[in-house]
């Protein structure tokens, strides 16, 4: 059941696009995040060195919901939006014979280029459990601030949201935060920024 989204931020603000804890990252050539217990770079989330290049010195915004968010997310900013690209989960382990056992993973994810108004290009990605994530989005073309992207059925628990370098200025706490290593909790449609 879909909950009535209250828009608290100016039109350059951008808001949380979910109920959620919330760590905001640098992208560095070589940085790595750590979603789902699962260690990634940027091109290895997007399986796209060329487009993950675009993002270095960008920003990583890493949505996590818990099991008593409410599991719907939305678009930042008014805007368009491409394709969606499906990466299938991947479980396997690596060379048992020699006894190392070391498990190779990776999670469900979805991906969305957005043409957004304020903020320029960004990607929208949800991340669903191996096996049990469900990512079920709604597939629009163009949207409105706030509008519902779609909700996680049962395994579906992250969204990630990239920003290109110069185009937004998070709010100093919680940047403060994330490079303590502590996630904020935010509610869908606060602020959580600017555009720049």
Same mark, same amino acid.
């Given at each position: 059941?879909?909950? =009535?989204?209250?828009?608290?931020?100016?039109?350059?603000?951008? @808001?949380?696009?979910?109920?959620?804890?919330?760590?905001?990252?640098?992208?560095?050539?070589?940085?790595?995040?750590?979603?789902?217990?699962?260690?990634?770079?940027?091109?290895?989330?997007?399986?796209? /060195?060329?487009?993950?290049? +675009?993002?270095?010195?960008?920003?990583?915004?890493?949505?996590?919901?818990? @099991? %008593?968010?409410?599991?719907?997310?939305?678009? @930042?900013?008014?805007?368009?939006?491409? %394709? +969606?690209?499906?990466?299938?989960? #991947?479980?396997?382990?690596? =060379? @048992?014979?020699?006894?190392? *056992?070391? #498990?190779?993973?990776?999670?469900?994810?979805?991906?969305?280029?957005?043409?957004?108004?304020?903020?320029?290009?960004?990607?929208? *990605?949800?991340?669903?459990?191996?096996?049990?994530?469900?990512?079920?989005?709604?597939?629009?073309?163009?949207?409105?601030?706030? /509008?519902?992207?779609?909700?996680?059925?049962?395994?579906?628990? +992250? #969204?990630?949201?990239?920003?290109?370098?110069?185009?937004?200025?998070?709010?100093?706490?919680?940047?403060?935060?994330?490079?303590?290593?502590? /996630?904020?909790?935010?509610?869908?449609?606060?602020?959580?920024?600017?555009?720049?």
């Amino acid at each position: 059941q879909r909950k =009535n989204v209250e828009d608290h931020t100016a039109p350059h603000e951008l @808001p949380a696009i979910a109920d959620a804890k919330l760590s905001a990252l640098p992208i560095g050539r070589n940085s790595r995040f750590t979603v789902k217990g699962v260690d990634y770079t940027v091109a290895e989330l997007l399986e796209n /060195e060329e487009l993950s290049k +675009t993002y270095e010195g960008g920003m990583c915004l890493i949505f996590r919901l818990a @099991p %008593d968010d409410y599991h719907r997310y939305s678009f @930042p900013d008014r805007g368009t939006a491409e %394709d +969606t690209h499906e990466i299938k989960g #991947v479980l396997h382990t690596v =060379n @048992p014979i020699a006894g190392t *056992m070391k #498990v190779y993973r990776r999670n469900t994810r979805h991906y969305t280029v957005l043409r957004t108004e304020h903020f320029g290009e960004m990607i929208q *990605m949800e991340v669903g459990a191996l096996l049990v994530g469900k990512i079920c989005n709604h597939g629009h073309r163009s949207f409105r601030k706030l /509008e519902e992207k779609g909700y996680f059925a049962y395994g579906g628990s +992250t #969204v990630i949201l990239l920003c290109k370098k110069n185009r937004v200025a998070i709010d100093r706490d919680i940047l403060d935060y994330s490079a303590k290593g502590i /996630e904020t909790k935010v509610a869908l449609g606060e602020r959580i920024g600017q555009a720049l």
